[in-house]
């Protein structure tokens, strides 16, 4: 969970000329994320990353990940999928 007065004094660090309506606007904007973004736990799914003798010289993010950099991997909620995605793993009859 988001905690919104760390949320806001990070904003006005970062943001120390914007007015308190900005900083509370840009907050709001934070705090409502999770309606419309979702991330991706990928523990039992391979990323993409595939050895190459290319990728990590040109990828910034390769480097990274083979660096042990962390990661959150976010994607748009989209409620088609989403739909989709629960008939896919319920019982048959469970509607």
Known sequence: MLDRQ???AILRRRF???SASAIA????AVMGLSD???EVIAQNRALG??????????????????HGAPFRL???READRDEQQQRA???PGAE
């Open 89 to 91: 793993f319920s019982p």
């Open 25 to 28: 606007a840009a907050a709001n």
């Open 6 to 8: 760390k949320i806001e």
């Open 49 to 66: 990353c595939h050895q190459s003798a290319d990728c990590q010289d040109v990828c910034y993010l390769a480097q990274e990940f083979d």
């Open 36 to 38: 419309e973004w979702e």
């Open 74 to 76: 976010f994607r748009r």
């Open 16 to 18: 120390a000329g914007a």
